[in-house]
């Protein structure tokens, strides 16, 4: 966990509101499902944004975002060489380490980012990777899976591309050993009710607002089979039969 | 000029090595920003609020930025005084500063009870919340009128033998005559502001952001309100005040300071700079020199 001002190295345009900004990463660390707080500005804001790690390179760090309100979008008005401040990393990945044999990683929306760095984590441990990416309209980081994985299932919600329907639709968990998901509550909670009648292994990464990112202020906390949980920092993985929904 | 400046401050009797204190419900107890840097650097912690019995805090959406600040509805949550014993103190007591444990409660019993608690405990200062606004039916309902807050107050005394701080709520009718109620009613210190209740609104979803309707803002937005009520407090009060609300930077606090503050709290900072503590520490102590300061002592109430 660190606190340090890095560099922008390029903030692309993905589709309208997808951008993925690429940072000097200077030695930090990062793991599958884990975040960085993230802020371009001083006090012009009040609190930085949580945003995983899309891809962790030998000298850079990806986070894919959507810009959906004034953080963002000052984000996406970054330019190379540009500062940015990263407090990190943050929070439990997906247990990458525990994970073996065939595993689904399934994404709705900006959801799906996490997975990328997650697919090629397992990839390399010798996990056996699909992926379920379900998208509104617009596709978008289906090509950066394609190395890591053996199949790849779209949907779009009106047929634009793959599947139409929800990606759910397209799952059976049966034919895995663990279903680790990101994307909408709606979605996720699809998945672990899918996961609970085939006794497949689920977890699920949560997104919730948040204030200090390292578990000080309570901001993000959730009623869990277990207690209280703080998002960012016992989370944002969660066994989905942990989970109150 | 001298190369050294004093910031050693004096509340109650405790000393401060220097007059930042982490504000109670923005730092937990410590730990997590003690991975950052070395949180003993700061003159004290005032702990997350405790209440007699743990709480679980409110359900929905507990932070929104707002315009210069934030709100929150946090609700108090914690593990409760007799946790915070076991456990908490310990932990505190690592980083070798100040340690306040911060108290609110539902009842005159709870305060009462959780107050004589803490007071046989090893902390060094007792902080009473009678201005969260986030708990129905407590709380800040002590905070309102001077008359209660009296109340609670006198009766926490006779329990606390520990320096006594109470912490004011801007939402007090009046907040000089809420400082003096608790003055007279044996504080040692007072601490001012809490947050101010306030409200927004989810246009899409056409309701309010929050499950209570109201939360608290705090941050840059409210400094100049919070350095006002600092200001006619100390006018009016013998006891020292901790000034709290909106500070970001050491001329911040050079400003609560010429208001009559004795030290202060920083909170919603520490979520834009996850250093603030140890950075504001070191702009301070540049910035006395610069202005010709050789003890933070000789400005105190000069405005």
């Given at each position: 966990?660190?606190?340090?001002?890095?560099?922008?190295?390029?903030?692309?345009?993905?589709?309208?509101?997808?951008?993925?900004?690429?940072?000097?990463?200077?030695?930090?660390?990062?793991?599958?499902?884990?975040?960085?707080?993230?802020k371009?500005w001083d006090t012009e804001l009040t609190l930085m944004?949580?945003?995983?790690?899309?891809?962790?390179?030998?000298?850079?760090?990806?986070?894919?975002?959507?810009?959906?309100?004034?953080?963002?979008?000052?984000?996406?008005?970054?330019?190379?060489?540009?500062?940015?401040?990263?407090?990190?990393?943050?929070?439990?990945?997906?247990?990458?380490?525990?994970?073996?044999?065939?595993?689904?990683?399934?994404?709705?929306?900006?959801?799906?980012?996490?997975?990328?760095?997650?697919?090629?984590?397992?990839?390399?441990?010798?996990?056996?990777?699909?992926?379920?990416?379900?998208?509104?309209?617009?596709?978008?980081?289906?090509?950066?899976?394609?190395?890591?994985?053996?199949?790849?299932?779209?949907?779009?919600?009106?047929?634009?591309?793959?599947?139409?329907?929800?990606?759910?639709?397209?799952?059976?968990?049966?034919?895995?050993?663990?279903?680790?998901?990101?994307?909408?509550?709606?979605?996720?909670?699809?998945?672990?009710?899918?996961?609970?009648?085939?006794?497949?292994?689920?977890?699920?990464?949560?997104?919730?607002?948040?204030a200090c990112?390292?578990?000080?202020c309570?901001g993000?906390?959730?009623?869990?089979?277990?207690?209280?949980?703080?998002?960012?920092?016992?989370?944002?993985?969660?066994?989905?039969?942990?989970?109150?929904? | 000029?001298?190369?050294?400046?004093?910031?050693?401050?004096?509340?109650?009797?405790?000393?401060?090595?220097?007059p930042i204190i982490a504000a109670s419900g923005t730092f937990?107890?410590?730990?997590?920003?003690?991975?950052?840097?070395?949180?003993?650097?700061l003159g004290?912690?005032s702990?997350?609020?405790?209440?007699?019995?743990?709480?679980?805090?409110?359900?929905?959406?507990?932070v929104w930025e707002t315009a210069s600040g934030m709100m929150n509805s946090v609700?108090?949550?914690?593990?409760?005084?007799?946790?915070?014993?076991?456990?908490?103190?310990?932990?505190?007591?690592?980083?070798?500063?100040?340690?306040?444990?911060?108290?609110?409660?539902?009842?005159?019993?709870?305060?009462?009870?959780?107050?004589?608690?803490?007071?046989?405990?090893?902390?060094?200062?007792?902080?009473?919340n009678?201005s969260c606004p986030n708990?129905?039916?407590?709380?800040?309902?002590?905070?309102?009128?001077?008359?209660?807050?009296?109340?609670?107050?006198?009766?926490?005394?006779?329990?606390?033998?520990?320096?006594?701080?109470?912490k004011l709520s801007p939402n007090a009718?009046?907040i000089?005559?809420?400082?003096?109620?608790?003055?007279?009613?044996?504080?040692?210190?007072l601490s001012l502001v809490n947050t101010f209740q306030a409200m927004a609104?989810?246009?899409?979803?056409?309701?309010?952001?929050?499950?209570?309707?109201?939360a608290g803002l705090s941050g840059a937005a409210i400094k100049p309100i919070a350095l006002r009520m600092v200001h006619s407090v100390c006018?009016?009060?013998?006891?020292?005040v901790i000034g709290i609300g909106g500070i970001y930077t050491a001329e911040d606090i050079l400003e609560f300071v010429m208001a009559g503050a004795a030290a202060v709290q920083i909170g919603t900072v520490n979520f834009n700079n996850p250093m603030a503590g140890?950075d504001i520490l070191?702009n301070l102590?540049?910035l006395?020199?610069?202005?010709?300061?050789?003890?933070?002592?000789?400005?105190?109430?000069?405005c």
């Amino acid at each position: 966990m660190r606190y340090f001002e890095s560099e922008v190295v390029a903030n692309q345009q993905i589709t309208q509101d997808i951008f993925v900004v690429q940072v000097k990463r200077n030695g930090a660390e990062a793991a599958a499902g884990q975040f960085y707080m993230l802020k371009s500005w001083d006090t012009e804001l009040t609190l930085m944004r949580p945003i995983s790690i899309f891809k962790a390179e030998e000298d850079s760090l990806h986070f894919m975002y959507r810009t959906v309100g004034q953080g963002t979008q000052r984000m996406a008005q970054l330019k190379a060489g540009d500062p940015i401040r990263l407090l990190g990393p943050c929070g439990n990945g997906y247990p990458v380490a525990e994970i073996k044999g065939k595993v689904a990683v399934l994404g709705g929306g900006v959801g799906i980012p996490p997975l990328c760095e997650t697919a090629k984590t397992l990839q390399n441990n010798g996990v056996e990777v699909d992926a379920y990416l379900g998208f509104r309209d617009v596709l978008f980081a289906v090509e950066d899976f394609e190395p890591y994985c053996a199949n790849i299932f779209i949907s779009t919600e009106k047929g634009e591309e793959g599947y139409k329907g929800f990606i759910t639709d397209l799952l059976k968990p049966e034919n895995y050993d663990a279903v680790l998901s990101c994307g909408p509550e709606v979605m996720m909670r699809k998945v672990a009710a899918m996961c609970a009648e085939t006794n497949t292994t689920c977890y699920c990464s949560l997104e919730h607002r948040m204030a200090c990112g390292i578990g000080a202020c309570l901001g993000c906390s959730i009623r869990t089979k277990s207690g209280m949980k703080r998002v960012c920092k016992d989370g944002p993985v969660f066994l989905s039969t942990d989970l109150m929904w | 000029m001298k190369d050294t400046v004093k910031l050693s401050v004096e509340i109650a009797g405790v000393p401060f090595k220097n007059p930042i204190i982490a504000a109670s419900g923005t730092f937990g107890f410590g730990e997590e920003y003690h991975e950052l840097y070395d949180v003993g650097c700061l003159g004290g912690i005032s702990s997350k609020g405790l209440t007699l019995h743990p709480k679980d805090g409110n359900e929905g959406i507990r932070v929104w930025e707002t315009a210069s600040g934030m709100m929150n509805s946090v609700g108090l949550q914690n593990p409760g005084v007799e946790a915070f014993i076991d456990h908490g103190i310990a932990e505190m007591r690592r980083f070798g500063n100040v340690l306040i444990a911060n108290m609110g409660g539902h009842s005159m019993e709870d305060y009462v009870t959780g107050a004589s608690m803490l007071s046989e405990a090893d902390i060094d200062m007792l902080e009473l919340n009678i201005s969260c606004p986030n708990v129905k039916s407590g709380g800040m309902a002590f905070g309102i009128k001077a008359d209660v807050a009296r109340e609670v107050v006198t009766a926490v005394r006779k329990v606390c033998r520990k320096p006594l701080i109470v912490k004011l709520s801007p939402n007090a009718e009046n907040i000089v005559e809420m400082a003096l109620a608790c003055e007279e009613a044996g504080a040692d210190a007072l601490s001012l502001v809490n947050t101010f209740q306030a409200m927004a609104i989810d246009i899409h979803k056409r309701k309010p952001v929050f499950n209570n309707v109201y939360a608290g803002l705090s941050g840059a937005a409210i400094k100049p309100i919070a350095l006002r009520m600092v200001h006619s407090v100390c006018k009016q009060v013998h006891v020292p005040v901790i000034g709290i609300g909106g500070i970001y930077t050491a001329e911040d606090i050079l400003e609560f300071v010429m208001a009559g503050a004795a030290a202060v709290q920083i909170g919603t900072v520490n979520f834009n700079n996850p250093m603030a503590g140890r950075d504001i520490l070191n702009n301070l102590t540049q910035l006395c020199q610069s202005e010709g300061i050789a003890d933070i002592n000789e400005i105190r109430g000069i405005c």
